[in-house]
């Protein structure tokens, strides 16, 4: 069982940065591939970027691409989502979520494992 525990949101304007956290339970999290997912009000969950258990392959959305970094620090269980130039349109409740084995890394539905959501607002 993995427990993930999301941490960093928060209110900010438009063109600021924030990182979000993910705190990984359990002796298994270098195995993991960790994604992390967005659900804005009224709208399906989205992809926002996900990493391999070493973090030498990153995959990123489209809508992100150039302003959103993910990465892990397998050391202390965690894997961060560095968000710059942040949009109203960012605007959602950010969730990790990890897999032990994925085909494709931007479906939700091949990750097993989901945290309780961080609260991200962007005013413009």
């Known amino acids: 069982q993995v427990q993930l525990v999301e941490s960093g949101g928060g209110l900010v304007q438009a063109g600021a940065s924030l990182r979000l956290s993910c705190a990984a339970s359990?002796?298994?999290?270098?195995?993991?591939?960790m994604g992390w997912f967005r659900q804005a009000p009224g709208k399906e969950r989205e992809f926002v970027a996900a990493?391999?258990?070493?973090?030498?392959?990153?995959w990123t959305a489209d809508p992100v691409k150039g302003r959103f970094t993910i990465s892990r620090d397998n050391a202390k269980n965690t894997v961060y989502l560095q968000m710059n130039i942040l949009k109203p349109e960012d605007t959602a409740v950010y969730y990790c979520a990890a897999t032990r084995s994925v085909v494709v890394p931007s479906r939700g539905v091949e990750y097993d494992y989901w945290g309780q959501g961080t609260q991200v607002a962007v005013s413009s």
């Open positions: 990493i391999s258990w070493s973090g030498g392959k990153t």
């Open positions: 359990g002796r298994t999290f270098s195995s993991l591939v």
